[in-house]
């Protein structure tokens, strides 16, 4: 059993905690998280109980954790198809223009490789 519950209020805490106006400067293909709503944390919720169920002495613990749907509250929009993305987009549009790059890529360095062996 627990020795005691302390109970933490939210919202003068987080008052004292934060300012005001969080302030995000977002560029183009950017937005602010709808699953924390700018904040970059959410509460993280720890259910656990001693033995093997849960029913038989339940306790929990809740913390601040990064939310795992974005970056500092952002998350990044593809241009292609409008979707959330963390790293890199996959859907066909990003992979197309990932593929023309890395073409280009290599024309630039057969070029240079002929013109080192030219020399």
């Given at each position: 059993?627990?020795v005691?519950r302390?109970?933490?209020n939210l919202?003068k805490?987080?008052?004292k905690?934060f300012?005001?106006?969080?302030i995000?400067?977002?560029n183009?293909?950017?937005?602010?998280?709808?699953?924390?709503?700018?904040?970059?944390?959410?509460?993280?919720?720890?259910?656990f109980g001693?033995?093997?169920s849960?029913?038989?002495h339940p306790?929990r613990?809740?913390?601040?954790?990064?939310?795992p749907?974005?970056?500092?509250?952002?998350q990044k929009?593809c241009?292609y198809?409008?979707q959330?993305?963390k790293g890199?987009?996959?859907?066909?549009?990003?992979?197309?223009?990932?593929l023309?790059?890395?073409e280009?890529?290599?024309?630039?360095?057969l070029k240079?490789k002929k013109?080192t062996k030219?020399m």
């Open positions: 059993m627990a005691h302390e109970k933490i919202y805490t987080i008052k905690i300012p005001k106006i969080l995000k400067d977002l183009e293909n950017e937005r602010i998280c709808p699953d924390c709503h700018g904040l970059g944390v959410k509460i993280n919720t720890r259910v001693t033995g093997d849960l029913e038989s306790y613990t809740e913390a601040l954790a990064l939310c749907h974005c970056f500092n509250g952002v929009i241009k198809c409008g959330p993305y890199h987009c996959d859907c066909e549009g990003q992979l197309a223009e990932d023309k790059i890395q280009q890529k290599w024309k630039l360095y240079q013109l030219g």
